[in-house]
């Protein structure tokens, strides 16, 4: 049992995203927003990629409110004082 494939992996290309497949997939969900459908989304703007994949790109590197780069001292002293006091629970350090 378990589930079904979300894409045909035969014909979806795996490995470093281009820099025209970033153009493509920020520009299509900034006029059109995602729809809630990941699955669909290659499809409809021509990528050779896995729903999946264009999920993560778009929230791990390309939304617009992501921070790229490092901490500031007051990000640092603030996650510091926050890993002292509750030890290594990222997930809820991550949210103050």
């Known amino acids: 049992m378990g589930r079904a494939p979300c894409c045909d992996k ?6 470093p995203w281009s820099a025209e497949e ?3 997939l920020k520009s299509y969900i900034e006029q059109h ?9 290659p499809q409809k703007i021509g990528l050779k990629r896995c729903g999946k994949s264009c999920r993560l790109r778009w ?3 390309l939304r617009p409110n992501i921070k790229h780069g490092g901490f500031s001292e007051e990000e640092d002293k603030i996650i ?3 890993y002292l006091s509750i030890g290594s ?6 949210a103050q």
């Open 22 to 24: 970033d153009t493509k």
């Open 33 to 41: 927003g995602t729809g809630g459908n990941w699955i669909a989304l």
């Open 59 to 61: 929230l791990n590197y």
């Open 80 to 82: 510091c004082s926050l």
């Open 89 to 94: 629970r990222w997930s809820i350090i991550a």
């Open 10 to 15: 035969a014909n979806v290309k795996k490995g």
